[in-house]
């Protein structure tokens, strides 16, 4: 089975200042999805980004980045020029692409709180 | 733009009750999903949906548990009888058919229907 990792249970960022968060998780498959989920106060659950795992190029969405190590099996998420709205939960997930006639389930880490601070 | 929606935002009810949480998935998506979150804890899948049978399970959604697609629109997820247990926050999503039986790689999340068993 899939297991997801964020070590990380909370991090601060300056507004402005750039922050990474971690993810790492465990497979052995060649072939998924890995995303990051935003979770404001709400819960409701946002996408950010999403990264194939067949694509050597990291995703990049405005000022959200990652940095897909497939060897390492690490997928950390970079929020650059951080605002106030992008304090949240963040989710890492991962999804298979072998059985993805069946839908595929999403596995998610157990979070990463991000404060950021004015 | 085209989103998931869940009624009822919040349901009260007492230890064993039966509720029904509804969601409308996106129009022209196929695949759908609850998931649920304990208060504080990681996001927990729970099954998947396809073609009017479930494609999907995890060791959560027991017995008392059921799906269903009443009609073209509505998804929903019944509880028989609640337990203490299952207050938590659940959440459907769904995602596109590309093709007869496969599904694209994301899942949109509706807003969650926050469950507290008295």
């Not at chain 1, 390492?72 to 999804?95: E, N, P, T, V």
């Not at chain 2, 017995?63 to 009888?81: A, M, Y």
Request: charged share 20%; aromatic share 14%; net charge negative.
């Amino acid at each position: 089975a899939q297991t997801v990792t964020q070590s990380q249970p909370e991090m601060s960022v300056q507004e402005a200042e750039t922050v990474t968060l971690s993810c790492t998780y465990d497979t052995s498959e060649s072939d998924y999805y890995l995303f990051w989920y935003k979770q404001p106060p709400s819960r409701q659950m946002i996408l950010v980004i999403r990264q194939e795992a067949y694509k050597q190029q990291n995703a990049t969405e405005n000022r959200f980045s990652v940095n897909f190590q497939k060897a390492a099996k690490s997928f950390s998420l970079k929020i650059s020029d951080s605002q106030l709205g992008d304090a949240a939960m963040y989710f890492c997930a991962y999804r298979s692409r072998v059985r993805v006639e069946y839908g595929n389930k999403l596995v998610f880490g157990a979070g990463t709180i991000l404060r950021v601070k004015s | 733009e085209p989103e998931v929606t869940q009624t009822p935002s919040h349901q009260v009810t007492q230890m064993g009750q039966e509720v029904i949480l509804r969601c409308v998935p996106i129009s022209n998506h196929l695949y759908f999903y609850w998931y649920r979150q304990i208060l504080g804890q990681k996001v927990e899948f729970l099954v998947s949906f396809y073609n009017n049978e479930i494609s999907e399970k995890s060791e959560i959604f027991d017995d008392q548990f059921s799906v269903e697609r009443p009609d073209g629109s509505n998804f929903t997820l019944k509880i028989r009888s609640t337990k203490l247990e299952d207050s938590a926050m659940y959440f459907c999503a769904s995602s596109e058919a590309v093709g007869w039986g496969v599904s694209t790689d994301t899942q949109y999340f509706g807003p969650g229907t926050r469950l507290t068993v008295l």
